[in-house]
């Protein structure tokens, strides 16, 4: 019994080492490239350079809404800055939605950039309207 278990333990001692010994491969050595570590600048957001401002006539306003009323805008900015799409996501009513999507056109954005680099980024904008 002794020489099996002797036996047994030896052949475990065998194929561990057999399992850690490094085996050669056909695989070319990496490039450069994939063993590069990327550094990264960080990520800045989008700055309103300049905002339009938006005259919604007393009639148009609803007594029923808070004071101030809000909304929630989503725009999509473009490497550029400029807004590619607007959505409105908490609406008041068609015309305010469509007075508010006018405005925000004629918003002017510096874009977000990653690693100092221009980028496409969407924002959500809350907008409060008074009366």
Not at 26 to 39: D, H, L
Not at 90 to 99: E, G, H, N, V
């Amino acid at each position: 019994m002794r020489r099996i278990l002797v036996a047994s333990l030896l052949s475990s001692f065998a194929l561990a080492a057999t399992a850690a010994t490094p085996h050669p491969t056909s695989n070319p050595a990496p490039s450069p490239q994939a063993t590069v570590t990327r550094v990264t600048t960080g990520i800045a957001g989008p700055q309103l350079s300049s905002a339009a401002t938006i005259h919604i006539p007393g009639d148009a306003m609803l007594d029923t809404f808070p004071n101030p009323a809000r909304m929630l805008v989503r725009v999509d900015l473009d490497s550029t800055g400029n807004a590619t799409h607007i959505q409105v996501l908490r609406s008041l009513t068609p015309s305010i939605d469509a007075q508010v999507i006018a405005a925000v056109r004629q918003f002017r954005w510096r874009p977000a950039t990653l690693d100092n680099q221009a980028i496409p980024l969407a924002v959500n904008l809350n907008v409060e309207v008074q009366h």
